[in-house]
């Protein structure tokens, strides 16, 4: 992308509304634009991110063996009476109503809608497990929206419902999920634990929630130390070994970690004094476990292989892809702006024409450009006829992990600069090797 041609609304000044560092940056570094409350457009360098985060959280959630699919952000109040949620879920839902007064509603989460899907077609547990996801909108009349996206009315989730026979092939689909949650969040760059989250009425010990912690974080946590050097499973990790998944959780849940909700004094006291963690943490991601909480009511069975019609036993999954944006600036970030990990900065090298307008700069920049888009590397050439200065602070701003800075100088002793926005690590090198030392 040549920045002459794109759409970056850099602010010059710091918005006086955000209250915390990654709402600022995100609006200075034009990445989101508020329209009401609560609800924010997404400019092209944010978007840019959360495409990447959708594109990690897809490939790890097809890898578990979940199916994406498209549910609408609409739904039919009728739906949720079925399950009893209608007047239960309260003022967090978007009620509306059509033009023949039917009511509808803006989807806060799916269970029912998947349910109904599920129930549709899937007569056999022969036809189990199955596992459906989609990355989709939600809206939540949250009582206090702030923060920008990390608390907002209308945002992105990506939900995943799995089904089984019974209880025991729920929890192997349940691993799936834990362990396809660790390695995406370890993709994206952070570390989430996953904390003991509240089971409700249905009991038992499958919830948990993933924890980015952050001085900024909402909730209140406390964990074993041990978690912050955890290696993820790693990419070629059997999802069909039922004990080698239940190993790679039995791992992850053996110190204590749980949010206030869920605080146990005799479990944490446990803990030797040296290796707790008492911190603020980000709720990133939630697995559930619920049984037959919503096929019972909703009549979603199969025939067993007895023959017998049993309601199936299900879980739900959350990850909120623009909370995990505003998460990671919360996680990484300087004086200058923002420090994106690799995996989902939204162009992974920027060029800065120190003198634009100069044969010699303009003809090395434009050579480097192309190679670096030949190569499939995303790239940003600052191209405008702007001072050095503001071209090195619009790339430390938005992030860009690896900056190559070409002058007139440089290029007369036939060297550019390339920076690492991470370390600040500088090196000089001819133009032609730049390439070889970013593939
Ligand atoms: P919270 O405790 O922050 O209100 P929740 O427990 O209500 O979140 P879930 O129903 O578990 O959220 O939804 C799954 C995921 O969706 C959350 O882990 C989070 O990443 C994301 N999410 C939920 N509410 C919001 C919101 N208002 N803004 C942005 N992301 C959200
Ligand atoms: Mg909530
Ligand atoms: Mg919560
Ligand atoms: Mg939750």
Not at 312 to 338: C, K, T, W
């Amino acid at each position: 992308m040549r920045s002459s041609r794109y759409f970056l609304p850099i602010l010059r000044e710091t918005p006086k509304e955000a209250e915390i560092v990654s709402h600022r940056l995100m609006l200075r570094a034009g990445m989101i634009r508020q329209e009401a409350a609560g609800i924010y457009a997404w400019l092209p360098l944010g978007l840019r991110v959360l495409e990447k985060v959708n594109a990690i959280v897809r490939e790890e959630q097809n890898r578990a063996g979940a199916i994406e699919i498209k549910m609408p952000t609409v739904q039919s109040a009728d739906l949720w009476r079925e399950s009893g949620r209608y007047d239960d879920y309260g003022k967090e839902m978007l009620r509306i109503k059509d033009r023949h007064e039917r009511e509808m509603l803006y989807g806060p989460t799916n269970e029912e809608m998947v349910t109904e899907i599920f129930r549709a077609s899937v007569r056999s547990y022969k036809d189990l497990p199955l596992n459906l996801y989609h990355i989709q909108w939600k809206f939540r009349d949250e009582v206090r929206p702030r923060f920008g996206v990390m608390r907002s009315r209308e945002f992105l989730m990506k939900d995943a419902y799995s089904f089984d026979l019974d209880a025991a092939g729920a929890r192997h689909s349940y691993n799936r999920m834990f362990v396809a949650y660790l390695r995406t969040f370890a993709r994206l760059g952070v570390t989430a634990i996953p904390m003991v989250a509240d089971t409700g009425p249905i009991g038992g010990d499958l919830s948990h929630e993933f924890i980015i912690l952050a001085s900024t974080g909402e909730s209140e946590v406390f964990c074993h130390k041990d978690y912050l050097g955890f290696a993820p499973p790693p990419a070629d990790i059997d999802f069909d070994d039922v004990a080698g998944l239940q190993g790679v959780v039995d791992h992850w849940t053996s110190r204590f970690a749980a949010t206030s909700e869920k605080f146990d004094a005799a479990g944490f006291d446990a803990v030797p004094e040296a290796d707790r963690v008492s911190a603020r943490g980000i709720e990133v991601g939630h697995i559930f476990y619920f049984g037959t909480k919503y096929s019972e009511p909703m009549n979603a069975v199969v025939s067993g292989p007895d023959g017998k019609t049993v309601p199936v036993h299900m879980g739900s999954y959350g990850i909120g892809p623009s909370r995990v944006v505003a998460a990671l600036i919360e996680a990484g970030h300087d004086e200058a702006g923002i420090l994106w990990p690799d995996s989902v900065a939204p162009f992974t090298v920027g060029i800065a024409n120190l003198k634009t307008g100069n044969a010699e700069t303009d003809a090395a920049c434009e050579t480097l450009y192309r190679g670096l888009l030949a190569a499939g590397i995303d790239a940003l050439y600052d191209d405008r006829d702007e001072r050095p200065g503001a071209k090195f602070a619009t790339l430390d701003l938005i992030g860009v992990p690896y900056q190559v800075l070409v002058g007139p100088k440089g290029l007369a002793d036939g060297k550019v600069e390339l920076k690492h926005r991470r370390t600040g690590a500088k090196d000089l090198l001819a133009p032609g090797e730049v390439l070889d030392r970013l593939v």
